[in-house]
């Protein structure tokens, strides 16, 4: 019999996020906040520069599909 658990897909995380993951402790939340922070992408559909949660969500009720990694200067 199948298993009901949904399969998911396996992280991607750059070497400074698995720094991240390894403090200990009460930083780890920090860290890890501070890592996706200072993330940044930009919609496809309209140009908008924000943080990948606040991205996935202006996609969602936009409309808007595809997104670029926006690197620091």
């Given at each position: ?12 995380l750059?070497?400074?996020?698995l ?20 993330r940044?992408?930009?919609c ?5 520069v924000t943080t990948?949660?606040a ?7 936009s ?10 200067a």
């Open positions: 019999m199948p298993s009901a658990t949904p399969t998911r897909k396996p992280y991607r750059s070497e400074a996020g720094r991240a993951l390894r403090i200990s402790g009460a930083k780890t939340g920090k860290a890890v906040a501070a890592l996706n922070n200072s940044r992408r930009r496809d559909g309209c140009g908008m990948p949660a991205l996935g969500a202006h996609q969602k009720h409309g808007h599909t595809g997104w670029t990694e926006v690197r620091a």
